[in-house]
Structure formats: C-alpha cells, structure tokens
C-alpha cells in the first residue's frame, strides 16, 4: 500500500465527523497562519484550530515569498482575513543550507539553477524579523496592524514571540 492509500483511508473514517464549519471559505476567526511545512508542527493541534476557522499557508521554512504575498492578499481581500500568525521553528531545514549550497546541487544535479530564492538562514529569530517585515511593508495587504511571528520549540513545544525592533 502507498502513503497516499493509506491517507485515503485514513479520510474515508473521518468523513462527516471532523469539527468544524464548512459552510463558507471565509475564516471564522478571521486569520491566517503561515507556517513551515515541517512535519513536526501540527498547527490545529497546536491552536486547538478547529476545520473553518483559520487560513493554514506552509512552505518550506516558513518564510514569505512573492506567492505567500499572493495567497495572502486574497485571504484578506476576497474571505475576509485580519491578522495574520507567523511561526517558525527550531531545527529547521533552512538553517541547515545555505542559499549557493542548495542551488549547486540542484544546478549540478539537472544542469540548471534556480532563478527563485531558497530563504536559507542561519539564525530562525532574524527570519521571522525578515518575514514580519515583508508583511507588513507589502503593498498588496490592507490589514498588517495585526501581524505577529513566533519561534515554535520543537522540541517543548513552546512559542516564543519575536519582536521587530522598536516594539515592546
């Protein structure tokens, strides 16, 4: 059996008995998380989410990216989002590359490199300041008074809020 024969059913049980609202693609608490697609972070485990509240966004590293900026404006433009919830984590991935290390091996690997960024880093609290940053100065998103980044432990579980320079 395959990993996606497995999830299938894993979704025929559950079918008609997950919580939630699914009467509408607006978020019933109005915000969005982004996040990093690590495996580790179980992001309605972690907010106790529930199916129609939130808007859940992850890529790797969870850093914002031009299509994260697009995913965004529409959450907030067309469904209605206000705030937006950043979190990144410990160990992760992306601090554990670098930007032409990557690129090398992909370019050596097929013969051609990549014209978009990796968003490698070394330290995950200055990644979060970049990404709230890009949030708030972008353009393309009218509400960026409620934007907020966290460092999730995962190892403890914690999370730890980060502060762009000049807040509290």
């Known amino acids: 059996m395959t990993a996606i024969d497995e999830l299938l059913e894993r979704n025929a049980a559950l079918v008609d008995r997950t919580r939630g609202d699914r009467s509408s693609a607006s978020p019933s608490l109005h915000i ?89 880093f070394k330290e995950v609290k200055d990644s979060v300041r970049t990404s709230l940053a890009r949030l708030r100065h972008s353009v393309f998103l009218p509400y960026t008074d409620n934007v907020r980044g966290f460092v999730y432990d995962v190892h403890n579980g914690a999370l730890h809020e980060v502060l762009s320079p000049g807040q509290g």
């Open 32 to 120: 969005a998380v982004l996040t990093c697609m690590d495996a580790r972070i179980r992001v309605f485990e972690l907010f106790g989410l529930q199916q129609g509240e939130a808007h859940v966004l992850r890529n790797a590293g969870g850093v914002v990216t031009d299509d994260v900026i697009r995913s965004l404006a529409l959450s907030q433009r067309k469904l209605g989002t206000r705030e937006i919830l950043l979190v990144q984590h410990t160990s992760c991935g992306l601090s554990m590359t670098t930007e032409d290390e990557f690129k090398d091996e992909l370019e050596s690997d097929t013969g051609l490199r990549p014209t978009w960024a990796v968003e490698a």
